[in-house]
């Protein structure tokens, strides 16, 4: 059987996730070479996401390599995928969650957004600016661009006093030692899927390549907790502009909680939700209509008008 040709971005992150992804694969006897393949989120990097477009922007060039075979599946953050995939492509797995939090990082060890005066916090994150403006008025945000080693170079320099980033990311660079603050989840709720790795591949792999990658990568409990959250973002039309958030789990009797929402660009109004439930889809697709039937739709609107 010849390898399977793993395609990834080229950052270090996503090259250390793609390695971790090789590893589970070979522990089921699968040969495994990695594809590195630029995306257009990684060559423009003199724009906000927003400004650039809210789909695939971290994901085109890998799943148009996948839809004409010259990549079997392909590894990414679970957070970068837009709602709805392009036909004829499948998530056949998602790894075990790392801690899904918001961290602000800072070279300054004393640093706190609560105590924070006209202090500027760099984030390439609508819905972190969004946020940072609903609950700390008095903070400055500017936009940071790359890879996580070109950010805290940018930090380095001065561009901002901090920085927000996603935890995960974050822990496997191995840079915990620059956390000043984890965020609340409940304050700072995620971006869907964050802090999971999501397999992809074209549907018409064959079956018994597609279980072994399943039983080597697929973690249920986030499994469960991504799907319902990514039925969420679907029926919201949520993509890398907007500042929409949905974080679930699953308690011992195998409910799944969910908490998910919206908030304005300017962070003056913030529309949340949080139910409960067994399914997935239905769960998520409920929480998506209760928000947009609640001023969601509005705000969503106001949005789109104004990226």
């Known amino acids: 059987m010849r390898p399977i040709k793993l395609g990834t971005r080229a950052s270090k992150l996503a090259l250390w996730q793609a390695i971790e992804v090789k590893k589970m694969l070979e522990k089921v006897g699968l040969a495994v070479e990695i594809v590195k393949i630029e995306t257009k989120g990684d060559k423009i990097l003199d724009r906000a996401l927003s400004k650039i477009g809210s789909k695939g922007v971290f994901t085109e060039e890998l799943e148009t390599k996948l839809l004409s075979g010259e990549i079997d599946i392909v590894q990414h953050s ?3 995928l837009q709602a709805s995939l392009p036909k004829g492509l499948e998530i ?26 006209n202090h500027i916090v760099a984030t390439s994150s609508t819905r972190r600016v969004a946020t940072l403006k ?29 920085m927000i ?27 869907v899927g964050q802090g999971s ?10 079956i018994t390549t597609k ?40 308690d011992n009797t195998s409910e799944i909680n969910i908490t998910g929402g919206i908030i304005s660009l300017n962070g ?4 949340s939700h949080i139910i409960v439930g067994t399914n997935p889809d239905s769960l998520g697709n409920e929480l998506g209509k209760y928000i947009l039937e609640n001023g969601g739709q509005e705000i969503l609107d106001e949005i789109k008008r104004n990226l």
């Open 134 to 162: 609903h609950y700390y008025s008095n903070i400055q945000t500017t936009d940071i661009r790359g890879n996580l080693q070109t950010r805290f170079k940018k930090l380095e320099e001065g561009i901002a006093d901090a």
């Open 197 to 206: 790795i999501a397999i992809e591949c074209a549907e018409s792999l064959d």
């Open 165 to 191: 980033l996603a935890y995960a990311g974050v822990h496997r660079m191995g840079y915990e030692k620059y956390i000043v603050e984890v965020l609340d989840l409940e304050m700072f709720t995620p971006a």
């Open 268 to 271: 003056s109004q913030q529309i």
């Open 92 to 117: 056949i797995a998602i790894t075990k969650r790392e801690k899904a939090n918001d961290v602000v990082i800072s070279f300054d060890e004393n640093f706190k957004l609560k105590n924070a005066k």
């Open 211 to 250: 279980n072994l990658i399943r039983s080597a990568c697929n973690h249920l409990e986030s499994e469960i907790c991504i799907s319902t959250e990514r039925a969420f973002l679907k029926t919201l039309q949520g993509g890398c502009s907007i500042p929409v958030f949905g974080y679930a789990t699953v």
């Open 78 to 80: 679970a957070k970068d």
